[in-house]
Protein backbone atom coordinates (compact mmCIF):
# COMPACT_ATOMS: atom_id res chain seq x y z
CA UNK A 1 0.00 0.00 0.00
CA UNK A 2 0.86 3.41 -0.77
CA UNK A 3 0.85 6.35 1.46
CA UNK A 4 -1.22 9.07 0.73
CA UNK A 5 0.59 12.55 0.33
CA UNK A 6 -0.28 16.27 0.02
CA UNK A 7 1.45 17.63 -2.67
CA UNK A 8 2.14 21.47 -3.40
CA UNK A 9 3.50 22.40 -7.12
CA UNK A 10 5.89 25.65 -7.66
CA UNK A 11 5.25 26.30 -11.51
CA UNK A 12 2.43 25.31 -13.60
CA UNK A 13 3.41 24.73 -17.25
CA UNK A 14 2.88 22.05 -19.41
CA UNK A 15 4.82 19.48 -17.26
CA UNK A 16 2.54 20.71 -14.69
CA UNK A 17 -0.51 20.31 -16.44
CA UNK A 18 0.54 16.24 -17.66
CA UNK A 19 2.10 16.06 -14.19
CA UNK A 20 -1.65 16.69 -12.25
CA UNK A 21 -3.93 14.49 -14.88
CA UNK A 22 -1.03 12.08 -14.27
CA UNK A 23 -2.29 12.16 -10.47
CA UNK A 24 -5.99 11.94 -11.75
CA UNK A 25 -5.36 8.82 -13.91
CA UNK A 26 -3.54 7.39 -11.26
CA UNK A 27 -5.92 8.30 -8.23
CA UNK A 28 -7.38 4.70 -7.31
CA UNK A 29 -3.77 3.55 -6.89
CA UNK A 30 -1.53 6.22 -5.42
CA UNK A 31 -4.01 8.28 -3.18
CA UNK A 32 -1.83 11.63 -3.71
CA UNK A 33 -3.22 14.97 -3.67
CA UNK A 34 -2.04 18.68 -4.89
CA UNK A 35 -3.73 21.00 -2.30
CA UNK A 36 -1.93 23.79 -3.70
CA UNK A 37 -0.69 25.48 -6.33
CA UNK A 38 2.17 29.10 -6.51
CA UNK A 39 2.67 30.17 -9.42
CA UNK A 40 4.75 33.59 -10.58
CA UNK A 41 1.97 34.34 -13.64
CA UNK A 42 -1.39 32.81 -13.00
CA UNK A 43 -1.64 33.17 -8.84
CA UNK A 44 -2.16 30.71 -6.17
CA UNK A 45 -4.75 28.34 -5.43
CA UNK A 46 -4.82 26.25 -2.42
CA UNK A 47 -7.28 23.47 -1.47
CA UNK A 48 -7.02 21.31 1.32
CA UNK A 49 -9.61 18.30 -0.56
CA UNK A 50 -7.07 18.57 -3.82
CA UNK A 51 -7.19 20.25 -6.66
CA UNK A 52 -9.16 19.24 -9.81
CA UNK A 53 -7.47 18.89 -13.26
CA UNK A 54 -8.56 22.76 -13.79
CA UNK A 55 -7.78 24.64 -11.10
CA UNK A 56 -9.41 28.51 -10.48
CA UNK A 57 -6.49 30.33 -9.28
CA UNK A 58 -6.35 33.29 -6.72
CA UNK A 59 -4.31 36.33 -6.57
CA UNK A 60 -0.54 35.04 -5.84
CA UNK A 61 0.64 34.41 -2.58
CA UNK A 62 2.51 37.08 -0.69
CA UNK A 63 5.44 34.80 -0.54
CA UNK A 64 6.73 31.48 -0.77
CA UNK A 65 6.87 30.81 2.46
CA UNK A 66 3.47 32.09 3.36
CA UNK A 67 2.36 29.71 0.31
CA UNK A 68 4.00 26.80 1.92
CA UNK A 69 2.83 27.67 5.33
CA UNK A 70 -0.87 27.85 3.87
CA UNK A 71 -1.00 24.91 2.20
CA UNK A 72 0.93 22.79 4.14
CA UNK A 73 1.84 20.29 1.94
CA UNK A 74 4.24 17.23 2.56
CA UNK A 75 5.82 17.40 -0.91
CA UNK A 76 6.77 19.99 -2.76
CA UNK A 77 6.97 19.97 -6.47
CA UNK A 78 9.39 22.28 -8.14
CA UNK A 79 8.55 22.84 -11.75
CA UNK A 80 9.66 27.01 -12.03
CA UNK A 81 10.86 28.35 -14.83
CA UNK A 82 14.95 28.12 -14.67
CA UNK A 83 17.77 30.30 -14.76
CA UNK A 84 19.40 27.31 -16.23
CA UNK A 85 23.22 29.02 -15.19
CA UNK A 86 22.56 29.60 -12.15
CA UNK A 87 20.39 27.37 -10.60
CA UNK A 88 18.31 29.83 -9.45
CA UNK A 89 15.63 30.36 -7.85
CA UNK A 90 15.16 26.83 -7.96
CA UNK A 91 17.73 26.27 -5.38
CA UNK A 92 16.09 28.68 -3.17
CA UNK A 93 12.60 27.56 -3.75
CA UNK A 94 14.50 23.60 -2.30
CA UNK A 95 15.99 24.97 0.66
CA UNK A 96 12.24 27.35 1.55
CA UNK A 97 10.79 23.98 1.16
CA UNK A 98 13.00 21.81 3.52
CA UNK A 99 12.80 24.88 6.27
CA UNK A 100 8.78 24.32 6.30
CA UNK A 101 9.92 19.95 6.35
CA UNK A 102 8.61 19.48 3.15
CA UNK A 103 10.41 16.81 0.71
CA UNK A 104 11.01 18.46 -2.57
CA UNK A 105 10.93 17.02 -6.21
CA UNK A 106 12.43 18.79 -8.72
CA UNK A 107 12.36 18.55 -12.50
CA UNK A 108 15.04 21.40 -12.45
CA UNK A 109 18.41 19.95 -13.38
CA UNK A 110 19.86 23.33 -12.35
CA UNK A 111 20.32 23.15 -8.66
CA UNK A 112 21.93 19.92 -9.02
CA UNK A 113 23.82 21.06 -11.74
CA UNK A 114 24.93 23.74 -9.26
CA UNK A 115 24.65 22.90 -5.82
CA UNK A 116 23.72 19.47 -5.15
CA UNK A 117 26.02 18.64 -2.14
CA UNK A 118 24.80 21.43 -0.24
CA UNK A 119 20.61 20.46 -1.03
CA UNK A 120 21.46 16.61 -0.16
CA UNK A 121 23.16 17.58 3.34
CA UNK A 122 20.26 20.28 3.89
CA UNK A 123 17.87 17.45 2.84
CA UNK A 124 19.75 15.11 5.01
CA UNK A 125 19.76 17.67 8.31
CA UNK A 126 16.24 18.05 8.17
CA UNK A 127 15.54 13.66 7.62
CA UNK A 128 13.70 14.61 4.04
CA UNK A 129 13.60 13.01 0.67
CA UNK A 130 15.20 15.25 -2.40
CA UNK A 131 14.72 13.78 -5.95
CA UNK A 132 15.40 14.80 -9.15
CA UNK A 133 14.94 11.84 -11.77
CA UNK A 134 13.43 14.25 -14.77
CA UNK A 135 15.86 16.28 -14.56
CA UNK A 136 18.17 14.36 -17.29
CA UNK A 137 16.18 12.37 -19.80
CA UNK A 138 12.85 13.64 -19.09
CA UNK A 139 11.88 11.15 -16.50
CA UNK A 140 13.48 7.69 -17.32
CA UNK A 141 15.23 5.78 -14.52
CA UNK A 142 18.86 6.74 -14.70
CA UNK A 143 19.37 8.07 -11.13
CA UNK A 144 16.70 5.12 -9.74
CA UNK A 145 18.28 2.98 -11.93
CA UNK A 146 21.63 3.70 -10.38
CA UNK A 147 19.92 3.63 -7.02
CA UNK A 148 17.89 0.36 -6.89
CA UNK A 149 18.74 -1.72 -9.58
CA UNK A 150 23.27 -1.38 -9.17
CA UNK A 151 24.20 -2.55 -5.72
CA UNK A 152 27.84 -2.41 -5.32
CA UNK A 153 29.27 -1.01 -8.70
CA UNK A 154 30.52 1.85 -8.93
CA UNK A 155 30.86 4.48 -11.99
CA UNK A 156 33.82 5.13 -13.63
CA UNK A 157 32.49 7.04 -15.96
CA UNK A 158 29.42 7.75 -18.41
CA UNK A 159 28.85 9.00 -22.19
CA UNK A 160 25.83 10.71 -23.14
CA UNK A 161 23.99 12.23 -25.76
CA UNK A 162 21.99 14.28 -23.85
CA UNK A 163 20.70 17.33 -25.71
CA UNK A 164 17.37 17.38 -28.13
CA UNK A 165 17.89 20.99 -29.92
CA UNK A 166 21.57 20.05 -31.19
CA UNK A 167 20.80 16.85 -32.64
CA UNK A 168 17.25 18.85 -34.49
CA UNK A 169 19.90 21.51 -35.48
CA UNK A 170 22.34 18.87 -37.29
CA UNK A 171 19.34 16.75 -38.37
CA UNK A 172 17.94 19.96 -40.35
CA UNK A 173 21.76 20.55 -42.01
CA UNK A 174 21.74 17.39 -43.21
CA UNK A 175 18.31 18.07 -45.18
CA UNK A 176 19.98 21.37 -46.01
CA UNK A 177 18.72 23.70 -44.33
CA UNK A 178 20.54 26.56 -42.06
CA UNK A 179 21.77 26.15 -38.31
CA UNK A 180 19.05 28.97 -37.85
CA UNK A 181 16.28 26.68 -39.45
CA UNK A 182 17.25 24.17 -37.15
CA UNK A 183 17.18 26.72 -34.00
CA UNK A 184 13.69 27.88 -35.31
CA UNK A 185 12.01 24.29 -35.54
CA UNK A 186 13.75 22.95 -32.14
CA UNK A 187 12.14 26.38 -30.83
CA UNK A 188 8.49 25.49 -32.47
CA UNK A 189 8.81 22.61 -30.78
CA UNK A 190 9.23 24.43 -27.79
CA UNK A 191 12.40 22.09 -27.04
CA UNK A 192 14.95 24.89 -27.39
CA UNK A 193 15.66 26.60 -23.85
CA UNK A 194 14.55 30.47 -23.78
CA UNK A 195 18.17 31.19 -25.68
CA UNK A 196 19.21 29.04 -28.02
CA UNK A 197 22.73 29.06 -27.36
CA UNK A 198 22.77 27.56 -23.81
CA UNK A 199 21.96 24.47 -26.20
CA UNK A 200 23.61 24.88 -29.19
CA UNK A 201 27.20 25.62 -27.09
CA UNK A 202 27.00 22.68 -24.90
CA UNK A 203 25.96 24.51 -21.89
CA UNK A 204 22.53 22.50 -21.44
CA UNK A 205 24.66 19.35 -21.80
CA UNK A 206 27.36 20.16 -19.66
CA UNK A 207 24.57 20.68 -16.74
CA UNK A 208 23.16 17.56 -16.84
CA UNK A 209 26.72 15.55 -16.84
CA UNK A 210 27.24 18.14 -13.76
CA UNK A 211 24.15 17.09 -12.28
CA UNK A 212 25.05 13.22 -13.14
CA UNK A 213 28.55 13.64 -11.90
CA UNK A 214 27.64 14.73 -8.96
CA UNK A 215 24.79 12.57 -7.55
CA UNK A 216 26.40 9.35 -9.13
CA UNK A 217 30.31 10.06 -8.51
CA UNK A 218 30.17 12.82 -6.28
CA UNK A 219 32.18 15.11 -8.30
CA UNK A 220 30.94 18.63 -6.73
CA UNK A 221 31.29 19.82 -9.97
CA UNK A 222 29.87 23.10 -11.97
CA UNK A 223 28.65 23.25 -15.16
CA UNK A 224 31.06 26.36 -15.38
CA UNK A 225 34.01 24.34 -14.99
CA UNK A 226 33.25 21.75 -17.72
CA UNK A 227 35.58 21.98 -20.78
CA UNK A 228 32.98 22.60 -23.43
CA UNK A 229 32.64 23.17 -26.88
CA UNK A 230 29.49 23.10 -28.90
CA UNK A 231 28.05 22.53 -32.35
CA UNK A 232 27.90 26.87 -33.00
CA UNK A 233 30.37 26.73 -35.48
CA UNK A 234 29.26 24.24 -37.65
CA UNK A 235 28.37 24.73 -40.77
CA UNK A 236 25.95 22.56 -43.86
CA UNK A 237 28.31 22.22 -45.99
CA UNK A 238 29.94 20.66 -43.57
CA UNK A 239 27.29 18.58 -41.92
CA UNK A 240 26.57 17.69 -45.72
CA UNK A 241 29.92 16.29 -46.44
CA UNK A 242 30.17 14.84 -43.69
CA UNK A 243 26.50 12.81 -44.84
CA UNK A 244 28.15 11.90 -47.88
CA UNK A 245 30.96 9.60 -46.11
CA UNK A 246 28.05 8.41 -43.51
CA UNK A 247 29.13 10.26 -40.79
CA UNK A 248 27.43 12.88 -38.16
CA UNK A 249 28.05 15.36 -35.97
CA UNK A 250 26.30 14.21 -32.30
CA UNK A 251 26.81 16.40 -29.10
CA UNK A 252 28.51 13.38 -26.56
CA UNK A 253 29.08 14.53 -23.18
CA UNK A 254 31.80 12.19 -21.57
CA UNK A 255 32.81 11.55 -18.09
CA UNK A 256 35.48 9.25 -16.42
CA UNK A 257 37.45 9.53 -13.20
CA UNK A 258 41.09 9.70 -13.59
CA UNK A 259 42.99 6.94 -12.41
CA UNK A 260 45.87 9.15 -11.85
CA UNK A 261 43.94 11.57 -8.97
CA UNK A 262 40.70 10.37 -8.79
CA UNK A 263 38.37 13.79 -9.99
CA UNK A 264 35.89 13.10 -12.22
CA UNK A 265 36.97 15.00 -15.69
CA UNK A 266 33.92 15.78 -18.30
CA UNK A 267 33.87 16.97 -21.65
CA UNK A 268 31.03 18.31 -23.62
CA UNK A 269 31.87 18.16 -27.62
CA UNK A 270 30.75 18.34 -31.42
CA UNK A 271 31.89 14.71 -32.21
CA UNK A 272 32.17 13.19 -35.83
CA UNK A 273 30.74 9.49 -35.17
CA UNK A 274 30.16 6.84 -37.51
CA UNK A 275 26.12 6.89 -38.54
CA UNK A 276 25.93 3.25 -37.60
CA UNK A 277 27.39 4.27 -34.03
CA UNK A 278 25.06 3.84 -31.13
CA UNK A 279 25.53 7.14 -30.25
CA UNK A 280 24.32 7.92 -33.81
CA UNK A 281 20.88 6.15 -33.54
CA UNK A 282 19.08 9.15 -31.47
CA UNK A 283 17.51 11.13 -33.29
CA UNK A 284 15.38 14.22 -32.08
CA UNK A 285 14.44 14.40 -28.59
CA UNK A 286 15.65 10.40 -28.12
CA UNK A 287 18.55 10.30 -25.68
CA UNK A 288 21.01 8.04 -24.27
CA UNK A 289 23.52 7.55 -21.46
CA UNK A 290 25.65 4.80 -21.09
CA UNK A 291 27.13 3.90 -17.81
CA UNK A 292 30.91 2.30 -17.33
CA UNK A 293 31.04 0.49 -14.42
CA UNK A 294 33.04 -1.65 -12.68
CA UNK A 295 31.15 -4.62 -12.31
CA UNK A 296 28.58 -4.35 -15.09
CA UNK A 297 30.28 -3.25 -18.21
CA UNK A 298 28.86 -0.80 -19.59
CA UNK A 299 24.77 -0.49 -19.96
CA UNK A 300 22.87 1.78 -20.92
CA UNK A 301 19.76 3.84 -21.10
CA UNK A 302 17.54 4.96 -23.98
CA UNK A 303 14.45 6.85 -24.05
CA UNK A 304 12.60 7.32 -27.43
CA UNK A 305 10.61 10.44 -28.17
CA UNK A 306 9.93 11.70 -24.54
CA UNK A 307 7.24 14.31 -24.27
CA UNK A 308 6.20 16.72 -21.23
CA UNK A 309 4.03 13.46 -20.15
CA UNK A 310 7.50 11.52 -19.34
CA UNK A 311 8.93 14.39 -17.54
CA UNK A 312 5.96 14.61 -15.43
CA UNK A 313 5.87 10.44 -14.75
CA UNK A 314 9.55 11.15 -13.72
CA UNK A 315 7.98 13.61 -10.51
CA UNK A 316 5.56 10.64 -10.43
CA UNK A 317 8.23 8.05 -10.00
CA UNK A 318 9.50 10.28 -7.35
CA UNK A 319 6.87 10.71 -4.76
CA UNK A 320 6.25 7.12 -4.98
CA UNK A 321 9.65 6.40 -4.07
CA UNK A 322 9.30 8.69 -1.35
CA UNK A 323 6.07 7.51 -0.23
CA UNK A 324 7.71 4.07 -0.31
CA UNK A 325 10.98 5.15 1.45
CA UNK A 326 9.16 7.52 4.41
CA UNK B 1 23.43 -2.93 6.63
CA UNK B 2 22.87 -6.02 4.18
CA UNK B 3 22.25 -8.97 6.15
CA UNK B 4 24.65 -12.26 5.78
CA UNK B 5 23.73 -14.82 3.51
CA UNK B 6 24.15 -18.68 3.29
CA UNK B 7 24.67 -19.58 -0.61
CA UNK B 8 24.76 -23.08 -2.33
CA UNK B 9 26.03 -23.44 -6.11
CA UNK B 10 24.08 -25.83 -8.13
CA UNK B 11 26.81 -25.57 -11.30
CA UNK B 12 30.43 -23.70 -11.44
CA UNK B 13 31.16 -23.28 -14.81
CA UNK B 14 32.62 -19.98 -16.06
CA UNK B 15 29.48 -17.82 -14.25
CA UNK B 16 30.04 -19.82 -11.45
CA UNK B 17 33.70 -19.08 -11.14
CA UNK B 18 33.04 -15.41 -12.05
CA UNK B 19 30.66 -15.07 -9.60
CA UNK B 20 32.84 -16.71 -6.66
CA UNK B 21 35.11 -14.18 -7.25
CA UNK B 22 33.26 -11.43 -7.33
CA UNK B 23 31.68 -12.61 -3.44
CA UNK B 24 35.41 -12.88 -2.63
CA UNK B 25 36.12 -9.29 -4.01
CA UNK B 26 33.10 -7.41 -2.44
CA UNK B 27 32.71 -9.75 0.81
CA UNK B 28 33.75 -6.64 3.31
CA UNK B 29 30.29 -4.72 1.84
CA UNK B 30 28.40 -7.82 1.02
CA UNK B 31 28.51 -10.64 3.65
CA UNK B 32 27.92 -13.82 1.76
CA UNK B 33 29.27 -17.16 2.29
CA UNK B 34 29.14 -20.26 -0.49
CA UNK B 35 28.62 -22.72 1.63
CA UNK B 36 28.50 -25.81 -0.54
CA UNK B 37 28.79 -26.34 -4.54
CA UNK B 38 26.77 -29.38 -6.29
CA UNK B 39 28.09 -30.02 -10.06
CA UNK B 40 27.02 -32.99 -12.45
CA UNK B 41 30.92 -33.76 -13.15
CA UNK B 42 33.12 -31.94 -11.00
CA UNK B 43 31.32 -33.39 -7.58
CA UNK B 44 30.49 -31.88 -4.16
CA UNK B 45 31.55 -29.36 -1.65
CA UNK B 46 30.24 -28.36 1.47
CA UNK B 47 31.92 -26.32 4.00
CA UNK B 48 29.88 -24.07 6.43
CA UNK B 49 32.44 -21.61 7.62
CA UNK B 50 32.60 -20.50 3.45
CA UNK B 51 34.48 -21.71 0.59
CA UNK B 52 37.30 -20.06 -0.97
CA UNK B 53 37.35 -19.41 -4.65
CA UNK B 54 39.32 -22.33 -5.53
CA UNK B 55 37.17 -25.01 -3.90
CA UNK B 56 38.18 -28.33 -3.38
CA UNK B 57 35.42 -31.04 -4.53
CA UNK B 58 35.12 -34.27 -2.86
CA UNK B 59 32.40 -37.19 -3.94
CA UNK B 60 29.16 -35.89 -5.73
CA UNK B 61 26.30 -35.84 -3.24
CA UNK B 62 24.09 -38.63 -3.80
CA UNK B 63 21.17 -36.45 -4.80
CA UNK B 64 20.63 -32.65 -5.15
CA UNK B 65 18.17 -33.41 -1.96
CA UNK B 66 21.23 -34.77 0.05
CA UNK B 67 23.71 -32.24 -0.97
CA UNK B 68 20.64 -29.34 0.29
CA UNK B 69 19.89 -31.18 3.42
CA UNK B 70 23.71 -30.68 4.09
CA UNK B 71 24.60 -27.52 3.13
CA UNK B 72 21.19 -25.73 4.01
CA UNK B 73 21.71 -23.03 2.08
CA UNK B 74 19.34 -19.63 2.45
CA UNK B 75 19.58 -18.95 -1.16
CA UNK B 76 20.44 -21.45 -4.01
CA UNK B 77 22.31 -20.34 -7.30
CA UNK B 78 20.83 -22.40 -9.95
CA UNK B 79 23.42 -22.05 -12.68
CA UNK B 80 23.46 -26.17 -14.08
CA UNK B 81 24.29 -26.62 -18.07
CA UNK B 82 20.57 -26.03 -19.37
CA UNK B 83 18.09 -27.90 -22.13
CA UNK B 84 16.83 -24.64 -22.86
CA UNK B 85 13.88 -26.32 -24.94
CA UNK B 86 11.93 -27.17 -21.89
CA UNK B 87 13.25 -25.74 -18.88
CA UNK B 88 14.94 -28.90 -17.64
CA UNK B 89 16.53 -30.40 -15.56
CA UNK B 90 16.42 -26.67 -14.06
CA UNK B 91 12.77 -26.15 -12.97
CA UNK B 92 13.64 -29.43 -10.95
CA UNK B 93 16.01 -27.92 -9.01
CA UNK B 94 14.45 -24.71 -8.07
CA UNK B 95 11.03 -26.85 -6.99
CA UNK B 96 13.61 -29.05 -5.05
CA UNK B 97 15.49 -25.21 -3.38
CA UNK B 98 11.46 -23.88 -2.34
CA UNK B 99 11.31 -27.60 -0.83
CA UNK B 100 14.25 -27.16 1.18
CA UNK B 101 13.16 -23.52 2.03
CA UNK B 102 15.83 -21.57 -0.10
CA UNK B 103 15.00 -18.92 -1.99
CA UNK B 104 16.59 -19.25 -5.57
CA UNK B 105 18.24 -17.32 -7.74
CA UNK B 106 19.12 -18.29 -11.56
CA UNK B 107 20.80 -17.70 -14.35
CA UNK B 108 18.83 -19.96 -16.66
CA UNK B 109 15.75 -18.68 -19.01
CA UNK B 110 14.49 -22.12 -19.64
CA UNK B 111 12.42 -22.58 -16.17
CA UNK B 112 10.88 -18.74 -16.75
CA UNK B 113 10.35 -19.34 -20.26
CA UNK B 114 8.51 -22.63 -20.17
CA UNK B 115 6.94 -22.45 -16.31
CA UNK B 116 7.43 -19.17 -14.56
CA UNK B 117 3.66 -19.14 -13.58
CA UNK B 118 3.81 -22.41 -11.72
CA UNK B 119 7.26 -21.45 -9.97
CA UNK B 120 6.42 -18.16 -8.99
CA UNK B 121 3.21 -19.18 -7.24
CA UNK B 122 5.26 -22.40 -5.42
CA UNK B 123 7.62 -19.71 -4.42
CA UNK B 124 5.15 -17.59 -3.14
CA UNK B 125 3.48 -20.29 -1.18
CA UNK B 126 6.44 -21.17 0.91
CA UNK B 127 7.29 -17.49 1.33
CA UNK B 128 10.56 -17.74 -0.78
CA UNK B 129 12.02 -15.25 -2.93
CA UNK B 130 12.81 -16.13 -6.88
CA UNK B 131 15.08 -13.88 -8.88
CA UNK B 132 16.22 -13.98 -12.57
CA UNK B 133 17.88 -11.21 -13.79
CA UNK B 134 20.64 -12.78 -15.69
CA UNK B 135 18.13 -14.42 -18.08
CA UNK B 136 18.04 -12.19 -20.16
CA UNK B 137 20.97 -9.13 -21.42
CA UNK B 138 23.60 -11.17 -18.77
CA UNK B 139 22.97 -9.25 -16.20
CA UNK B 140 21.67 -5.77 -17.26
CA UNK B 141 18.73 -4.60 -15.16
CA UNK B 142 15.76 -5.49 -16.73
CA UNK B 143 13.49 -7.46 -14.35
CA UNK B 144 14.67 -4.95 -11.68
CA UNK B 145 14.42 -2.05 -13.46
CA UNK B 146 10.62 -2.93 -14.25
CA UNK B 147 10.28 -4.09 -10.18
CA UNK B 148 12.10 -0.83 -8.83
CA UNK B 149 12.03 2.12 -11.20
CA UNK B 150 8.93 2.01 -13.07
CA UNK B 151 5.84 2.38 -10.20
CA UNK B 152 2.43 1.92 -11.97
CA UNK B 153 3.95 1.77 -15.52
CA UNK B 154 2.04 -0.76 -17.62
CA UNK B 155 4.08 -2.88 -20.33
CA UNK B 156 2.22 -2.41 -23.95
CA UNK B 157 4.88 -4.50 -25.42
CA UNK B 158 8.40 -4.45 -26.07
CA UNK B 159 11.27 -4.95 -28.55
CA UNK B 160 14.77 -6.76 -28.21
CA UNK B 161 17.67 -7.56 -30.55
CA UNK B 162 18.62 -10.58 -27.67
CA UNK B 163 20.70 -13.34 -29.40
CA UNK B 164 24.53 -12.69 -29.91
CA UNK B 165 24.74 -15.89 -32.14
CA UNK B 166 23.06 -14.21 -35.39
CA UNK B 167 24.38 -11.24 -34.58
CA UNK B 168 27.58 -12.68 -34.87
CA UNK B 169 26.61 -14.59 -38.14
CA UNK B 170 25.28 -12.08 -39.80
CA UNK B 171 28.60 -9.92 -39.46
CA UNK B 172 30.42 -12.63 -40.10
CA UNK B 173 28.30 -12.59 -43.71
CA UNK B 174 29.10 -9.22 -44.21
CA UNK B 175 33.09 -9.72 -44.19
CA UNK B 176 31.98 -12.12 -47.17
CA UNK B 177 32.30 -15.07 -45.04
CA UNK B 178 29.53 -18.09 -45.08
CA UNK B 179 26.71 -18.63 -42.35
CA UNK B 180 28.71 -21.84 -41.20
CA UNK B 181 32.33 -19.53 -40.70
CA UNK B 182 29.74 -17.13 -38.17
CA UNK B 183 28.53 -19.97 -36.14
CA UNK B 184 32.20 -21.31 -35.86
CA UNK B 185 33.10 -17.97 -35.07
CA UNK B 186 30.33 -17.91 -32.11
CA UNK B 187 31.20 -20.91 -30.78
CA UNK B 188 34.65 -20.40 -30.53
CA UNK B 189 33.84 -17.10 -28.21
CA UNK B 190 31.55 -19.63 -26.52
CA UNK B 191 28.52 -17.60 -27.22
CA UNK B 192 26.29 -19.96 -29.12
CA UNK B 193 24.49 -22.72 -27.60
CA UNK B 194 25.77 -26.88 -27.58
CA UNK B 195 22.91 -27.08 -30.91
CA UNK B 196 24.03 -23.68 -32.71
CA UNK B 197 20.35 -23.69 -34.72
CA UNK B 198 19.00 -23.21 -31.17
CA UNK B 199 20.21 -19.61 -31.61
CA UNK B 200 19.87 -19.39 -35.28
CA UNK B 201 16.56 -20.30 -36.11
CA UNK B 202 15.39 -18.05 -33.20
CA UNK B 203 14.89 -20.16 -30.21
CA UNK B 204 16.69 -18.24 -27.84
CA UNK B 205 15.10 -15.29 -28.78
CA UNK B 206 11.84 -16.58 -28.14
CA UNK B 207 12.74 -18.43 -24.74
CA UNK B 208 13.90 -14.65 -24.25
CA UNK B 209 10.89 -13.08 -25.35
CA UNK B 210 8.26 -15.72 -23.29
CA UNK B 211 10.46 -14.98 -20.41
CA UNK B 212 10.17 -11.40 -20.43
CA UNK B 213 6.81 -11.55 -21.61
CA UNK B 214 5.44 -14.19 -18.64
CA UNK B 215 6.99 -11.91 -15.85
CA UNK B 216 6.21 -8.67 -16.87
CA UNK B 217 3.07 -9.19 -18.87
CA UNK B 218 1.95 -12.30 -17.40
CA UNK B 219 1.42 -13.62 -20.53
CA UNK B 220 1.57 -17.51 -19.53
CA UNK B 221 3.36 -18.25 -23.06
CA UNK B 222 5.62 -21.05 -24.14
CA UNK B 223 8.62 -20.82 -26.61
CA UNK B 224 7.22 -23.11 -28.61
CA UNK B 225 3.63 -21.04 -29.20
CA UNK B 226 6.07 -18.07 -30.49
CA UNK B 227 5.90 -17.15 -34.17
CA UNK B 228 9.46 -17.67 -34.66
CA UNK B 229 11.42 -17.34 -37.99
CA UNK B 230 15.34 -16.77 -37.88
CA UNK B 231 18.47 -16.42 -40.14
CA UNK B 232 18.83 -19.88 -41.38
CA UNK B 233 17.95 -19.44 -44.83
CA UNK B 234 20.12 -16.32 -45.29
CA UNK B 235 22.80 -16.41 -47.45
CA UNK B 236 26.07 -14.36 -47.65
CA UNK B 237 25.14 -12.78 -51.17
CA UNK B 238 21.43 -11.22 -49.88
CA UNK B 239 23.93 -10.03 -46.60
CA UNK B 240 25.83 -8.05 -48.67
CA UNK B 241 23.47 -6.98 -51.15
CA UNK B 242 21.59 -5.11 -48.35
CA UNK B 243 25.02 -4.23 -47.06
CA UNK B 244 25.77 -2.33 -50.36
CA UNK B 245 22.17 -0.64 -49.59
CA UNK B 246 23.40 0.22 -45.92
CA UNK B 247 20.94 -1.98 -44.44
CA UNK B 248 21.16 -5.19 -42.20
CA UNK B 249 19.57 -8.23 -41.02
CA UNK B 250 18.98 -8.56 -37.06
CA UNK B 251 17.04 -10.77 -35.54
CA UNK B 252 14.40 -8.98 -33.40
CA UNK B 253 11.73 -10.08 -30.91
CA UNK B 254 8.78 -8.10 -30.70
CA UNK B 255 5.63 -8.21 -28.33
CA UNK B 256 2.29 -6.24 -27.70
CA UNK B 257 -0.52 -6.86 -25.63
CA UNK B 258 -3.86 -7.09 -28.50
CA UNK B 259 -6.02 -3.94 -27.99
CA UNK B 260 -8.63 -6.46 -29.09
CA UNK B 261 -8.41 -9.62 -27.01
CA UNK B 262 -5.95 -8.45 -24.60
CA UNK B 263 -3.62 -11.39 -24.86
CA UNK B 264 0.28 -10.88 -25.66
CA UNK B 265 1.48 -11.47 -29.11
CA UNK B 266 4.86 -12.69 -29.86
CA UNK B 267 6.93 -12.51 -33.00
CA UNK B 268 10.55 -13.16 -33.60
CA UNK B 269 11.71 -12.21 -37.45
CA UNK B 270 15.24 -11.63 -38.94
CA UNK B 271 14.26 -7.64 -39.95
CA UNK B 272 15.87 -5.89 -42.64
CA UNK B 273 16.67 -2.41 -40.78
CA UNK B 274 18.78 0.31 -42.25
CA UNK B 275 22.01 0.64 -40.82
CA UNK B 276 21.31 3.41 -38.60
CA UNK B 277 17.95 2.12 -36.98
CA UNK B 278 18.82 1.98 -32.87
CA UNK B 279 18.00 -1.96 -33.21
CA UNK B 280 20.82 -1.98 -35.92
CA UNK B 281 23.29 -0.59 -33.43
CA UNK B 282 24.61 -3.63 -30.76
CA UNK B 283 27.07 -5.58 -32.46
CA UNK B 284 28.66 -8.94 -30.83
CA UNK B 285 27.36 -9.87 -27.92
CA UNK B 286 25.41 -6.80 -27.14
CA UNK B 287 22.18 -5.77 -26.51
CA UNK B 288 19.56 -3.88 -26.79
CA UNK B 289 15.77 -3.92 -24.94
CA UNK B 290 12.83 -1.20 -25.84
CA UNK B 291 10.18 -1.40 -23.40
CA UNK B 292 6.92 0.20 -24.73
CA UNK B 293 4.83 1.77 -21.59
CA UNK B 294 1.43 3.78 -20.72
CA UNK B 295 2.93 6.14 -19.01
CA UNK B 296 7.01 6.72 -20.09
CA UNK B 297 6.61 6.50 -23.31
CA UNK B 298 9.82 3.61 -24.96
CA UNK B 299 12.35 3.59 -22.86
CA UNK B 300 15.20 0.86 -23.59
CA UNK B 301 18.21 -1.10 -21.67
CA UNK B 302 21.40 -1.39 -23.55
CA UNK B 303 24.37 -4.02 -22.32
CA UNK B 304 27.22 -3.60 -24.53
CA UNK B 305 30.02 -6.73 -24.95
CA UNK B 306 28.71 -8.34 -21.62
CA UNK B 307 30.94 -11.33 -20.46
CA UNK B 308 30.50 -14.36 -18.11
CA UNK B 309 31.27 -11.56 -15.02
CA UNK B 310 28.07 -9.07 -15.88
CA UNK B 311 26.05 -12.71 -15.56
CA UNK B 312 27.45 -13.09 -12.16
CA UNK B 313 27.10 -9.85 -11.62
CA UNK B 314 22.95 -10.20 -11.96
CA UNK B 315 23.17 -13.11 -9.70
CA UNK B 316 25.25 -11.30 -6.81
CA UNK B 317 22.33 -7.92 -7.68
CA UNK B 318 19.94 -10.68 -7.26
CA UNK B 319 21.43 -11.96 -3.78
CA UNK B 320 21.21 -8.50 -2.83
CA UNK B 321 17.69 -7.99 -3.45
CA UNK B 322 17.18 -10.69 -2.00
CA UNK B 323 18.82 -10.00 1.42
CA UNK B 324 17.24 -6.20 0.91
CA UNK B 325 13.70 -7.81 0.82
CA UNK B 326 13.25 -10.38 3.45
Redesign the interface.
Known amino acids: MIEPMRIALLGFGSVGRAFSQ?LHH?RK??PFRIVGIHTARQGTVIDDRGLDRTPVFGPKAESLDAFLEAAKPEVLVEITTLNPATGEPAASHIRAAFRHGAHVVTANKGPIANCFAELHELAQQAGLEFRFESTVMD???IF??YR??????RLTGFTGVLNSTCKLVVEAMREGLSFEDGVRRAQELGIAEADPSYDTEGWDSAAKAAALANVLMDARIRPSEIDTKGIGRLTTSRVLELKEK?KIVQLVARARRSVSDGKVKIRVRAEVLE????L???HGTSN?L?FHTD?????????????P??TA?GL??DI??IARTI
Open positions: LKAFGAPNLYTLPGVHETDIASVLLLMGTIGTVSLHPTSQYFSVD
